[in-house]
């Protein structure tokens, strides 16, 4: 499918190809961002990526880059094995994420970046940032998965996950996922929508979430002791106000407390509380991270 729909320019941009270092490729989408002659234009040389959550593709962002496109370039892509990106066949491993990123950044020039990550992507953004911190602008993670949340590593957490995977891959053989995620699909504009069906719910999809799992929370809990050093970076941290798909209140609040902990201990750290929604906040509250992105293009 093309960045078209129906004669008419997809919201999400055009689509670019990107070549990683070891051949591999995966689909990015570009919105160019304001003009010269734009009231917008001084916002122009700033490029803002998104990064999707653990089993989602470039449409969850649908709600969030069209806007931040007014204001500069907005690129999302699909992570390997997501949406239209073939899949890898090496594992899938954090390291091996961030290296995808930075791959991307290479791509799209010298910047400056902001990263925006939601859940599972927050913490990939901070490894792929501390690769090369002087590109980048600031971060800004939208209900990130935190290494200071200790239930992440309780064995009933890994179990319940192993559960919902196994699950979501025999809804999605059966072509039944998007009755699970029918809330959120509706919610998306018509063409982000279409992709979302198309591309964002097959086996595919979460077999790569699968293969992603297998060593993320490992990699994850080696933050705790050598998180990713992104001295000097800004941090906006946007925390979910409440429970739902799978989070107690109890454990929203020591996620929460973890985001403030995080934040805390950020260069101009900040943390934000979307009060209107749980944990999927691009698209309960797109405005508010819009215009928290927008706040740090304009910053000095």
Do not use: C
């Not at 570009?30 to 234009?41: C, K, N, Q, S």
């Not at 970046?113 to 859940?119: D, E, N, T």
């Amino acid at each position: 499918m093309s960045s078209t729909t129906s004669g008419t320019r997809h919201l999400q941009g055009s689509v670019e190809w990107v070549t990683t270092r070891d051949g591999r490729t995966l689909h990015a989408m570009v919105l160019p961002g304001p003009g010269p002659d734009t009231d917008e234009a001084e916002l122009a040389p700033l490029t803002v990526v998104f990064e999707a959550g653990a089993a989602a593709t470039r449409s969850s962002w649908a709600l969030v880059q069209p806007a931040v496109g007014r204001w500069a370039r907005a690129v999302v892509y699909d992570r390997a094995g997501l949406g239209r990106s073939p899949a890898d066949p090496a594992s899938r491993t954090l390291r091996r994420m961030a290296d995808d990123l930075e791959d991307l950044l290479d791509h799209f020039g010298p910047g400056p970046y902001i990263l925006v990550g939601h859940s599972a992507g927050g913490p990939l953004v901070r490894l792929a940032a501390a690769g090369r911190t002087e590109r980048i602008r600031a971060l800004v993670l939208v209900d990130p998965t935190d290494e200071g949340t200790d239930l992440l590593f309780r064995p009933l957490f890994r179990r319940a996950e192993r559960a919902l995977i196994a699950v979501s891959l025999l809804l999605a053989r059966l072509g039944l996922l998007r009755f699970l995620f029918g809330s959120l699909a509706k919610a998306l504009p018509e063409d982000a929508r279409r992709d979302l069906l198309a591309d964002g719910l097959a086996p595919g999809v979460i077999r790569t979430q699968r293969a992603q799992s297998r060593t993320y929370l490992d990699d994850l809990a080696a933050f705790r002791t050598a998180p990713p050093d992104v001295t000097g970076v800004p941090v906006t941290v946007i925390s979910g106000a409440l429970p739902g798909s799978g989070i107690s209140r109890a454990g929203r609040e020591a996620i929460n407390r973890a985001h403030a902990a995080s934040a805390a201990m950020a260069a101009r750290g900040r943390q934000v509380i979307a009060e209107r929604s749980g944990h999927y906040i691009p698209v309960t509250e797109p405005e508010l991270v819009a215009e928290e992105i927008r706040g740090l293009l304009s910053a000095p």
